[in-house]
């Protein structure tokens, strides 16, 4: 979970906590995810223990995240539901509600996290007329784009990127040049959330990029929606931005690469994805023993954490074989114990992977910007499922030419690391 999200979320459910809404209520979580999981870690903090933690994957059903068990939702059918509360932080707000309802759940559900906040489904006035006021603000704020755009970029096509996600990006500018020359635009303006996306789309070239708040994205993609801005390309799977593409996997097994290439931007499967070109050598290469170092990576903000004793293992395994150990971080986040703590920029990320000789990382974003670094490379699934279709998250992300490994409960390292 990103930064500004989790703040939002905090900011709910300590609103939710002085209410007074959450005592004596047996507290639910629907979407076993990482959003999921630091609200449990909150809750836990502060004294509070879920019951369970909804999810609608079977193979998930009995396991547990801190001694909370994961349960069919159809579980809440035996409890009284005016005693429970679910909480959901998950980006399939609606969907989630909805099956609760149709379920006959008649108890509270509160949203801690609006990821999509242009999709409200009351029609109160109320509702209503805030609703409309949204819309005059993304509207605004779309012709004041459109006006900077055309005194530089005329002509250009406008590449809206909803989500903070880096592996999307990565995909997304992948293809972004086959589409453009499809399209004969005479160019792009590339707006992203968060400074980690831009600098994902620097590594591609001199696109001009810009950096806007998820409020103001959100605003100005619904605009751009009702008024049908032929000017504006929003390259996402995951919204109903171009087709309900994700409604596909339920049929299907798709490789998210492949959704991109021919649903997103509708282009031939063999067309052949673009490679980053513009790189930066770290500073500090001369502190890292080269050929002889190992960068650890185990955050990611869309994707739930493989468990500390994991990582434990890793760390001590390539210690005890004589590596010297670091851990990426960013801001706040820990090294792993033993291990030194190393912060490179998305542009020398690289360089040091290369320098190091090898690479072990949860599967994120990350691992996307080091598809090309030449070094052992492994990527870590936890054993999920892409949302709630049949296909697991490995047959979903695997990158050719790195060591795929999911991590099971009871996994051990020393048999997966030969």
Known sequence: MDKLH????????????????????????????????????????????????LDNNVEKHGKNYRGIEIIAPQRLSE??????????????????TDQLRR??????????????????????EVTLLR?????????????????RLEEKYAGYLKILCPFSALGDIYIMMSYLPCYLKKTGAAGCFIGVIGNACAEVVRLFGSYPV?????????????????????????PHQDRPYVVDLYKALYVKKIPLERIYCC???????????????VFLEYTDLSKIRKGGAVIFSP??????????????????HYTEKGYQCFTNVAKEEKALEGTIPISPTIAQIKSVVEWAGTFVGIRSGLCDVLRTAKADKMALYPDYNYCDT?????????????????????TEWLKQDK
């Open 390 to 410: 049949s296909w697991k998250a490995i047959e979903m992300y695997r990158i050719e030419g790195w060591k795929n490994i999911v991590i099971k409960d009871g």
């Open 103 to 124: 379920s006959g759940y008649k108890g509270l559900i509160r949203k801690l996290v609006d990821y999509n906040s242009y999709a409200d489904y009351s029609l109160s």
């Open 263 to 277: 649903g997103v931007f509708g282009l031939p499967a063999d067309t052949k994805a673009c490679e980053p070109n």
């Open 299 to 316: 955050y990611a903000k869309s994707v739930a954490a493989l468990p500390d004793e994991m990582w434990r293992q890793i760390a001590r």
């Open 210 to 234: 810009e950096v806007f708040s998820q409020q103001d994205m959100d605003e100005i993609i619904q605009a751009a929606l009702y008024t049908n801005d032929r000017q504006t390309f929003i």
């Open 6 to 53: 989790y703040k939002e979320m905090m900011h709910h459910l300590n609103e939710l906590l002085m209410s007074g809404g959450i005592e004596n209520k047996n507290i639910y979580l629907f979407g076993h995810c990482n959003a999921t999981e630091e609200l449990a870690d909150a809750l836990l903090e502060r004294g509070y223990v879920p019951t369970a933690i």
């Open 131 to 147: 609703m409309e006021k949204r819309v005059m603000r993304g509207v605004k704020k779309l012709e004041t784009l459109n006006c």
């Open 79 to 96: 409890v009284k539901t005016e005693e429970c509360l679910v909480c959901i932080v998950a980006r399939a707000y609606a969907a989630m």
